[in-house]
């Protein structure tokens, strides 16, 4: 099982190798780990050297931190997506949630990732928040670009619109929330080739584990609840998303 997005990076450093064991004792082999921003992206960049052959990292400048991605940031992060085990840009996009940085910081951001992303052959992580209007405009600027929309939480209209931008639909813990029917709707409607799971750790633990802080190994509840949803075996939506990892992030097209 693959556990698509985790912030490894926000846990301490000598938890880190624990929460992997516990992963693996859950069957979560593979963790995707996304950068937000100048405080982690060096950080998460050497991640999947210094911890597993299962880790993979994705860097980016997050919505929240788009007023600091200056040249010299730019040219940090060109320049660290060479390096093993990174295979993604992100996590990039919009929130206009808490507006960290204004609206024409995290446009222009986002607007200039995504072209260092195709440029690179990669694709990206994309975040969303309140934004969904523009997040789907500037999307629409730059055809054929790959990614996931993470945390998905737009519905199962919402999610005909990713599916149809060639986009995977990432399920975080939010599938099991009470009041999560905006996102189990997505997962009924996706079609499953294009669904992927995550825990968004330490954020949005699944039930019956709210209140604490999530971990990679709790992707197994998430899983759980898709299968349920889509009424199909765990063991069906397992072999699917992880063959949807592998397709979206492993195998690298050549840079444009």
């Given at each position: 099982?693959?556990?698509?997005?985790?912030?490894?990076?926000?846990?301490?450093?000598?938890?880190?190798?624990?929460?992997?064991?516990?992963?693996?004792?859950?069957?979560?082999?593979?963790?995707?780990?996304?950068?937000?921003?100048?405080?982690?992206?060096?950080?998460?960049?050497?991640?999947?050297?210094?911890?597993?052959?299962?880790?993979?990292?994705?860097?980016?400048?997050?919505?929240?931190?788009?007023?600091?991605?200056?040249?010299?940031?730019?040219?940090?992060?060109?320049?660290?997506?060479?390096?093993?085990?990174?295979?993604?840009?992100?996590?990039?996009?919009?929130?206009?949630?808490?507006?960290?940085?204004?609206?024409?910081?995290?446009?222009?951001?986002?607007?200039?990732?995504?072209?260092?992303?195709?440029?690179?052959?990669?694709?990206?992580?994309?975040?969303?928040?309140?934004?969904?209007?523009?997040?789907?405009?500037?999307?629409?600027?730059?055809?054929?670009?790959?990614?996931?929309?993470?945390?998905?939480?737009?519905?199962?209209?919402?999610?005909?619109?990713?599916?149809?931008?060639?986009?995977?639909?990432?399920?975080?813990?939010?599938?099991?929330?009470?009041?999560?029917?905006?996102v189990r709707a997505a997962v009924r409607a996706c079609p499953q080739e294009r669904l992927l799971v995550e825990t968004d750790?330490?954020?949005?633990?699944?039930?019956?584990?709210?209140?604490?802080?999530?971990?990679?190994?709790?992707?197994?509840?998430?899983?759980?609840?898709?299968?349920?949803?889509?009424?199909?075996?765990?063991?069906?939506?397992?072999?699917?998303?992880?063959?949807?990892?592998?397709?979206?992030?492993?195998?690298?097209?050549?840079?444009?």
């Open positions: 099982m693959t556990d698509s997005h985790a912030h490894l990076s926000m846990f301490p450093k000598d938890q880190r190798r624990l929460l992997l064991d516990e992963a693996q004792e859950q069957g979560v082999s593979r963790v995707l780990v996304p950068a937000t921003g100048r405080e982690d992206l060096e950080e998460v960049a050497h991640l999947p050297e210094e911890l597993d052959s299962g880790v993979f990292a994705a860097l980016g400048f997050h919505p929240h931190q788009a007023s600091e991605l200056d040249s010299g940031w730019k040219a940090k992060l060109e320049k660290l997506l060479a390096l093993p085990g990174v295979v993604a840009v992100g996590e990039i996009g919009l929130d206009y949630h808490y507006m960290n940085s204004p609206k024409e910081d995290q446009l222009k951001a986002f607007r200039w990732q995504l072209r260092l992303a195709q440029e690179a052959g990669l694709p990206v992580v994309l975040h969303h928040r309140e934004a969904w209007g523009d997040f789907v405009v500037v999307l629409q600027e730059h055809p054929g670009i790959r990614g996931v929309a993470h945390s998905f939480t737009e519905g199962a209209e919402g999610a005909g619109v990713m599916v149809g931008m060639g986009l995977y639909v990432g399920i975080s813990g939010m599938v099991t929330f009470p009041k999560g029917e905006n750790a330490p954020f949005l633990a699944p039930v019956p584990h709210r209140g604490q802080p999530n971990r990679p190994a709790w992707v197994r509840v998430v899983a759980e609840r898709v299968a349920q949803e889509r009424q199909v075996t765990l063991a069906e939506l397992e072999a699917q998303t992880d063959a949807n990892f592998t397709r979206l992030f492993l195998e690298r097209e050549k840079p444009a």
